[in-house]
């Protein structure tokens, strides 16, 4: 692409050479014989023209957008150069992690929860139900990671943002160049502003239906957005992860460095009888989340090199019983 850009450059400048030639022979030819002048303005006008013509912007071409929601997982695997993580090749960083510190939902939250569960049990189950659910257990396990890590330097904070608008830079599908957009429910960052140092750590959609693997190219196409973004900045982590819930069943999704994504097995949040002093139902998805946040903040540009190598978990060597 670009060599075929500097030969066309290189010929415009070689016709704008010949008509300024052109130009100082009408003169020189003026000067010898002014009588022929009427003759010669029609070629004058005619080098004008063509200079117009050459130096004349190239007509900017309409950029195809596709939505995040209609492609298919080829055209994702191929659009952002990702492809499935190969069982074989998952020792080194296997998914989900297998020395994840073990969390679970607070006593509010599940009071929280039950009490949605108690007075909706008999309603329709939409999208704003699951929301509730969702947000309740979004923003309890931040707060935990965040009181956590709050007395150690050199972390980033995390923020919760909804309903995020993502796009890819240009890519092709089947030869032809295009980008991807959508808006994701939800999208974990860090850093301080909107410029460099943000960085998109995960990504959520809300299932819009209870049928298995729904969302699941969506949400992948999501994390391939961020996924190019950050493979373009020298030194910062390209890992991204991803969920697909719809506040019961929750998919979770990883892409690596290398551009190989796994899913987990589907897990459910269910709340059992007598939770006091148990694990709520919740405490696998809390272990996920907690472990991809406290990622987002170790991994943070912000983090010495050092303090990663002691903190982060997920590059560790698989752990064998």
Known sequence: MTKNKNQKKKNIETQVNLIWR??????????????????LVPNLQAALQR???????????????????????DEIDEGFGIAKELLQSAGRQPWP????????????????????????????????AARVVIDLILFDILDQIMDGHCDISGTWPLHIQMETSLESNMVTVKEKDQRFRGTSDY????????????????????????IP???????????????????????RSATVY??????E?????RINDEGRYSWDSEISGQLSGDVKGKETGYATIATLLGFI?????????????????????????????
């Open 97 to 128: 992690p297998r020395n994840m510190i073990p969390r679970d939902i607070s006593a509010g939250c599940l009071t929280s929860i039950q009490s949605v569960q108690k007075y909706m049990a008999r309603s329709s189950r939409n999208e704003a």
């Open 51 to 73: 200079q117009q013509e050459i130096l004349k912007p190239a007509p900017v071409e309409e950029v195809t957008w596709k939505a995040v929601g209609d492609l298919t997982r």
């Open 187 to 210: 999208t974990l960052w860090y850093g301080n502003g909107d410029g460099p140092e943000k960085a998109i750590n995960l990504v959520i959609l809300e299932a819009k239906a209870q």
């Open 293 to 321: 946040m406290e990622q987002a903040m170790i991994l943070s540009p912000y983090t010495t090199r050092m303090h990663s190598k002691e903190t982060s978990r997920e590059d560790d060597e698989p752990m064998t019983g």
């Open 22 to 39: 052109e130009f100082g022979s009408f003169t020189r030819r003026l000067d010898v014989d002014p009588s022929k002048a009427d003759l």
């Open 242 to 247: 991803g969920v697909v819930t719809d506040a």
């Open 213 to 235: 693997g729904a969302g699941d190219g969506q949400v992948l196409g999501y994390m391939g957005c961020v996924h190019q973004e950050r493979r373009l900045k020298p030194g």
């Open 249 to 253: 069943e929750w998919r979770f999704c």
